[in-house]
Every structure is written in structure tokens, then in C-alpha cells.
Nanobody
């Protein structure tokens, strides 16, 4: 059974930092890419960053480039999202997804038709 569990969400002030964690069991990061997506109130879910299976190459959407860093630990099946210089626009529920595709994707539609598993999300609130 595959399980994906996010943690680390919290309330912070603008300019602050948070580190989100994603624990995945039942999959291997040699085969599964990992992605972080987020969903703000009243908005659609959007991609944030991802890291590919195998070589571990990363992608970031423009709005977080230079502020967020994604990493993974293959031993222990953990992924992380270090978020710096947070703004109120980063307020959202953050979801981790593991997907059987390479390279990884920050586009939700590219997960369709591919085996993938979502966590339940962790809430990040950034106040001004």
C-alpha cells in the first residue's frame, strides 16, 4: 500500500521560512518522481516544484524560483520543500504527490493516466 504524508505546515509572517516534509511509503524514488502542488482558497490546485526519479533533477514554477528549494532523501523516502521569503500569496494547502513518470511535472494534467498518489496536504498560512 502506498502512503504519502505531508507535514510541517504552519502560520508564519511574511518574509519567514518553513520546511515542509513528505514521507512516502510503498514506492521507490528510483521509479517515482515527487511533486509539490498547492491549492489556495477558491483557486485551483497548481504545481510548485518537483524532483525527478533517477537523476533527481528539479523544476520550479516561476513564482517560487529563487525562494523555494526541493530536495529528497532516497533512503527513508523523504522529500522536502524549503520555503523562504514567504508572502501572503504563498498561503495554501500544500500537497505532495508521487508519480510514476519521468521527468517530473509541475503540470497537473500531466499526471492524468499515470499512476500517482496524493497526500492529504498541510496548511501554510502567511500573514502580512
Amino acid at each position: 500500500e502506498v502512503q504519502v504524508v505531508e507535514s510541517g505546515g504552519s502560520s508564519v509572517q511574511a518574509g519567514g521560512s518553513l520546511r515542509l516534509s513528505c514521507a512516502a511509503s510503498g514506492v521507490s524514488f528510483d521509479d517515482y518522481s515527487i511533486g509539490w502542488f498547492r491549492q489556495a482558497p477558491g483557486k485551483e490546485r497548481e504545481g510548485v516544484s518537483c524532483i525527478s526519479s533517477g537523476d533527481g533533477s528539479t523544476k520550479y514554477v516561476d513564482s517560487v524560483k529563487g525562494r523555494f528549494i526541493m530536495s529528497r532523501e532516497k533512503i527513508g523516502n523523504m522529500a522536502y520543500l524549503q520555503m523562504n521569503s514567504l508572502t501572503p500569496e504563498d498561503t495554501a494547502i500544500y500537497f505532495c504527490v508521487v508519480g510514476f513518470l519521468r521527468p517530473c511535472t509541475v503540470r497537473l494534467e500531466k499526471l492524468k493516466g499515470r499512476m500517482h498518489y496524493w497526500g492529504n496536504g498541510t496548511l501554510v498560512t502567511v500573514s502580512s
